[in-house]
């Protein structure tokens, strides 16, 4: 595992460990960095189109596709 892309973010807190974020209205292509963390990430694509890498591996969201994230899966 490769340490170093390592997301020392905190998602919620020691008693609700549950955070949730809106990504939209965008007038240029979003990106993140790869990543990984020790909480499972659950994407939803509400609406538009959403190119995700999880593993090495892309897969082309679109309105309504959900993409479940391992913990350490780097993506």
């Keep these: 595992m490769n340490t170093s892309l390592k997301e020392n973010v905190r998602h919620g807190t020691d008693k609700y460990a549950y955070a949730q974020y809106h990504v939209f209205n965008l007038l240029y292509p979003f990106y993140t960095p790869f990543h990984w963390h020790e909480e ?34 780097i993506h």
């Design 40 to 73: 499972i990430e659950i994407i939803y694509v509400k609406k538009g189109n959403l190119l995700v890498t999880i593993n090495n591996n892309e897969y082309q969201g679109t309105s309504g596709d959900i993409f479940l994230v391992n913990p350490r899966e």
